[in-house]
Every structure is written in structure tokens, then in C-alpha cells.
């Protein structure tokens, strides 16, 4: 006899019956109710309680956004789970939504990530007036540390140096970028945040960068735990719920040592990096949301914001030389008609080479590294370009959608510097790039990371010609992974100096 007929037994039939049958009615109302409202923006059909979510299972959600497009138009609406997610599509309606309506697009949305994973702290978790604290506070003190600044551009160039005298040492042989490029570029923000920067054989730190990498892809996974939090607690992980989360911990505990440092031995007299300005303003201000555990998820906003995203347009531009020898001479011919070879490029040489800025703003494009943005959320319920749009909705600003349409960038798989190049060779048409999204929530780091790209792009080319692995190999494939960003395959190279 098993558990379920003695349970039968012990009950009264009447009350199993009435039982089956409230479980019957409920599964029904929950069948019959389950459409999308006739004002919602149009989208694909879904299922009950877990609504899209086998579709965008079986795709990339980047992939399943453009076939949608094409079938419901550029603003559509998908059931995930409980929420209804609303995708806009298309460079006038992000700016209608994101600029013009920002009072009602700016919030992030209640998710599993934004709960468990930002505890709606930091930069990216906030939102409303704590975000405008933490935004004013945090910019402030960044840029007394160079952030954005010309002033930081010898940091920059530091590391550039760096990098060169690592890709020299291969001495022709092939290799892989790793996490180099990852160590590279996270020095840049470590210098400004921690006042100290990392060599490429620190394990300790390669490790964190590892992590962070890790981070990142399992991000994609998060997405259904976004929907569905209650799947963090199905046994084994399958979700990678546990494996995120103890990756946030780990770089929330290398953060915390560095607080840790600095506090045992924090001199008001000396600020020199930005943790310092962060114990200044805690020590000195009653009324601040300038708490430690705000400045933790700062700092990890900053770190992962700052490190993962210029990487991976750093290892998307090397492929995409690969593919394109004859673009890496004409800005090799454009840097040594400045410098006649005899000299490192400045952020001043910057109007004289207009090619190669528009190099940057093609490899920014290309390289559609956050294709999907970061999520948000309607702080009210609006009506938008005709459709309701529920308060409490999750939304996505496609970026992708105007990155990779042919309408707004003709042949959008080939990368065609020129297309951001008037008939005179002037720089123009770059405020159609909205790699860095748009709006009240616009990445906070852009200048930065344009002075970055321009640095590291116009001194690899003056430096190394990129080629295959092996002379016989086509160029290794343009493969790309999608986590919370889009991140090239790894893949060999070999270079040739040009000195
Ligand atoms: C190629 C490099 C980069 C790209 C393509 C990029 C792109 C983006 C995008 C698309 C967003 C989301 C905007 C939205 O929510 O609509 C964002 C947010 C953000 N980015 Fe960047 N980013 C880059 C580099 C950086 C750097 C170097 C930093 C700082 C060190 C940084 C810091 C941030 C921060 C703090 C946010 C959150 C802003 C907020 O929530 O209000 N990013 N970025």
C-alpha cells in the first residue's frame, strides 16, 4: 500500500472529490487566463505557466528577438514565467523610450539577478534616488583619480606597453589571447579603484579574472532563473544558480580584502585611489548611502562593467584583423603618416586619425557586446507607441536591433570602417553606434572605455601584423558566445612585428 492510497484512505471521499475538483477549476482558470492582454504589445504564442520560455531554451535569446522582430514589429511583447518582458526594437523608439520617457524606463526590474545576485545595490541595482546618490558620489571621486580624464591616459598607456612587450615575446610562435587581454584591461580600473596593479602570472588574480569569465557565460543560464526563482533550489545545480552565486562571492570577498587593507592604514590627509574617497565620505558624512556594502557592489559593478566588456572588444577587433589584413595596413599607413613610425600614438593624435577612430566605432558595432543591454523595468504602467505596457514589466532595450540591422548598417556582418566615414574621411554617423545603450542609464564608463580602445587598437596595429596560427589555416571562425555578453571563441593567432 503506498503513501498516496493510505492518505485516501484517512480522508473523507467527499472532501477528495471537492479537492480534484478545486485542482480542476483552478488548472483550467489558470489555462483560460492565461492569453496575452489584447493591449499589450503583439508577440509569439506561449504556454501556460512557463510561457516562452522553451523557445528561448532552444535558442539564443539574441537569435529569437530577430526572428520576432520580423514578425510582430519593433515593439513586441514575450510571456517569461510570471513577467511579461517587452523587447523595443530599433534606434527612434529606444531613444523614444529610454531618452524621452526615461522618468518611466529606468528601473531595474524585480529579478532573480537583481535580488539575489546586485541586492539592488550598487550602481547597476539601484534605482531612483539612491542611484542618483550613488551615480553623483561615484563619478565625482572617480574622476579625482583620472576616470574619463586625459590625466589617465598614462596609466592606459602603461598597460598598453605592457601587453605589446607580452605579444612580442611569442617571437612569432602561435598563441591565445586568454585571459591577458581580461589582466590587461581590469588593470586600468584596479589602478584608479585599488591604487595597484596586477602581472599576468599573479595566480591569485588570473583566477579572479577566470571567475569573473565564468560569471559572465553562466549569466545566460541565470535568465530562466530570472523567470522562474524557484528553480535555484532544484537539486544539483542544473540552473547554475549555486555556481553563480559563489562566483559573486568570490569577487565580492577580493573586494572586501581590499577594503579591508586599505581601512588598517586609511589617512584622511592621503586619499590616493578611489576606496580611499569612499572611506573619506563615510567617515565624514552622517546622511550617505555611501555604506560598505553599497561600495562593495560599486566596486564589483566596476570591475565587471569595466573589465569584461572593452576584453572582449580588444580579442573581437585582433579576429576581425585577422579576416581583414588590407584594414589593418590602411590604419597602419594613416598611424605612420603621423608618427613616421618613430613614436607611441596620444589621445591628442586622436583628429588627425580619423580612420582609426572610425576603426574603434566599427569594432564597438561588430563587436555587439552587450546585444541585449542590461535589463530594465517600468516603474509605472504606460502607454507606448499605442501599446500598454504593465507596470512591473521587464524590458529590454535591444541594442542588437540597430547594431546589426541592415536598415540602419548596410551588410551589418562585414566590418566596413568606412561606413562611419563621410566622402571627405571625416568621422560621422556615430551616434547610430549605441554599443553603450542610451538614455538616463547609459554606460557610465564610454569615455573611458573609448580612450581605452583607441590606445590599445592604434598600438597593437603599429606594432604587430595579425595572422593564422599556421600560414595553410583559413582565419579561425567568427563564433560567438552569448552570456550576459557576447564574447569571441577563444582562438589561436600568430604575429609578425612590424619593427
Ligand atoms: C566597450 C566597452 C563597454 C560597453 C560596450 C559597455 C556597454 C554598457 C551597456 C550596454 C550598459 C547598460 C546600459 C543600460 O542599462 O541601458 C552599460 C552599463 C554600465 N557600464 Fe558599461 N560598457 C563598456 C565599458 C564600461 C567601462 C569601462 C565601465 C567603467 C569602468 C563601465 C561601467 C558601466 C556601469 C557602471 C554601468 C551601469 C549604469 C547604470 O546602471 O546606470 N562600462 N555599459
Given at each position: 500500500m503506498n503513501v498516496f492510497s493510505v492518505f485516501l484512505e484517512c480522508i473523507q471521499p467527499t472532501y477528495v472529490s471537492v479537492f480534484i475538483l478545486i485542482l480542476i477549476v483552478s488548472l483550467c482558470y489558470t489555462v483560460l487566463c492565461w492569453r496575452r492582454p489584447s493591449d499589450l504589445p503583439p508577440g509569439p504564442k506561449f504556454y501556460p505557466i512557463i510561457g516562452n520560455m522553451r523557445t528561448v531554451g532552444q535558442k539564443t535569446l539574441v537569435g529569437a528577438f530577430r526572428d520576432w522582430r520580423k514578425e510582430f514589429g519593433d515593439i513586441f511583447s514575450v510571456s517569461l514565467g510570471s513577467k511579461w518582458v517587452i523587447v523595443i526594437c530599433g534606434l527612434e523608439n529606444l531613444k523614444e523610450a529610454f531618452v524621452e520617457r526615461d522618468d518611466v524606463f529606468s528601473d531595474r526590474p524585480d529579478l532573480f539577478v537583481n535580488r539575489?545576485?546586485?541586492?539592488?545595490?550598487?550602481i547597476i541595482g539601484s534605482d531612483g534616488e539612491k542611484l542618483k546618490e550613488l551615480k553623483r558620489f561615484t563619478l565625482r571621486a572617480l574622476r579625482e583619480f583620472g576616470?574619463?580624464?586625459?590625466?589617465l591616459e598614462e596609466n592606459i598607456k602603461e598597460e598598453v606597453n605592457i601587453f605589446l612587450d607580452f605579444i612580442d615575446e611569442t617571437n612569432g610562435a602561435s598563441f591565445s589571447l586568454d585571459e591577458k587581454v581580461n589582466v590587461s584591461i581590469s588593470n586600468i580600473i584596479c589602478s584608479i579603484v585599488f591604487g595597484k596593479r596586477y602581472e599576468y602570472d599573479d595566480h591569485k588574480f588570473v583566477k579572479l579574472m577566470k571567475i569573473l569569465d565564468d560569471y559572465i557565460s553562466n549569466s545566460t543560464l541565470t535568465t530562466i532563473l530570472n523567470f522562474?526563482?524557484?528553480?535555484?533550489?532544484?537539486?544539483?545545480d542544473i540552473f547554475s544558480a549555486k555556481k553563480v552565486l559563489s562566483n559573486q562571492k568570490e569577487i565580492e570577498d577580493f573586494i572586501q580584502a581590499r577594503l579591508d587593507e586599505h581601512k588598517s592604514c586609511f589617512d584622511s590627509n592621503n586619499i590616493t585611489d578611489f576606496i580611499d574617497a569612499c572611506l573619506r565620505e563615510m567617515e565624514t558624512?552622517?546622511?550617505?548611502?555611501?555604506?560598505e556594502s553599497e561600495v562593495r557592489k560599486i566596486i564589483r559593478d566596476l570591475f565587471i562593467a569595466g573589465t569584461q566588456t572593452t576584453a572582449a572588444c580588444i580579442k573581437w577587433f585582433i579576429l576581425y584583423m585577422i579576416h581583414y589584413p588590407d584594414i589593418q595596413e590602411k590604419m597602419w599607413r594613416e598611424i605612420d603618416s603621423v608618427t613616421n613610425s618613430n613614436r607611441l600614438l596620444s589621445l591628442n593624435d586622436r583628429s588627425k586619425l580619423q580612420y582609426c577612430q572610425a576603426v574603434v566605432d566599427e569594432t564597438l558595432r561588430i563587436s555587439n557586446?552587450?546585444?541585449?543591454s542590461v535589463l530594465h523595468g517600468a516603474s509605472n504602467e504606460i502607454f507606448f507607441k499605442g501599446f500598454r505596457i504593465p507596470k512591473g514589466s521587464v524590458i529590454v532595450p535591444n541594442i542588437d536591433s540597430v547594431l546589426m540591422d541592415e536598415r540602419v548598417f548596410?551588410?551589418?556582418e562585414k566590418f566596413n570602417p568606412?561606413?562611419?566615414?563621410?566622402?571627405?574621411?571625416m568621422l560621422h554617423g556615430?551616434?547610430?553606434?549605441?554599443a553603450f545603450s542610451?538614455?538616463?542609464?547609459?554606460?557610465?564608463?564610454e569615455s573611458l572605455a573609448r580612450m581605452e580602445l583607441f590606445l590599445y587598437l592604434t598600438a597593437l596595429v603599429q606594432r604587430f601584423k595579425f595572422l593564422t596560427a599556421c600560414e595553410e589555416d583559413p582565419p579561425p571562425k567568427i563564433k560567438r558566445i552569448l552570456g550576459l555578453q557576447f564574447t569571441p571563441a577563444p582562438f589561436m593567432l600568430k604575429v609578425a612585428s612590424r619593427c
Open positions: 539575489y545576485i546586485n541586492e539592488k545595490r550598487g576616470f574619463g580624464k586625459k590625466s522562474i526563482p524557484n528553480l535555484r533550489h532544484v537539486p544539483g558624512r552622517n546622511e550617505t548611502s555611501i555604506t557586446t552587450a546585444p541585449l548596410s551588410y551589418p568606412e561606413r562611419f566615414l563621410d566622402k571627405d574621411g556615430t551616434e547610430k553606434n549605441v542610451v538614455g538616463r542609464r547609459a554606460c557610465m564608463g
